[in-house]
């Protein structure tokens, strides 16, 4: 499966998919954002039980508000439709993958 641009009108639809989200929340002027994003990808890729999406803090500001990114890369694991974990900075993936699971 492939990241999912997220915005704030497909946002509440993932979120509440069923399956646990990973939502990364960066900017594209970001380095350690540019270096999350591959990561991010690969998870994408790699595991079609979870569903991912990238939210643009400059393009989708009021929705990085609503869930508290102050600093970027913040990747926020959603389960049941509500924050379960976050990682903020450079986060290995094999951690990114232990918050889905758990």
Request: proline content about 6%; charged content about 25%.
């Amino acid at each position: 499966m492939s990241v999912i641009k997220v915005t704030k009108d497909n946002f509440s639809e993932l979120i509440g998919s069923g399956k646990p989200v990973l939502i990364d929340f960066y900017a594209d002027w970001c380095g350690p954002c540019r270096a999350m994003s591959g990561v991010v990808d690969e998870i994408a890729r790699e595991n079609p039980q979870f569903a991912v999406g990238k939210v643009n803090v400059d393009d989708e500001l009021s929705l990085a508000q609503e869930y508290g990114v102050m600093s970027i890369p913040t990747l926020v694991v959603f389960k049941d439709g509500q924050p379960a974990s976050r990682q903020i900075g450079i986060t290995p993936k094999d951690k990114l993958l232990e918050l889905l699971k758990g």
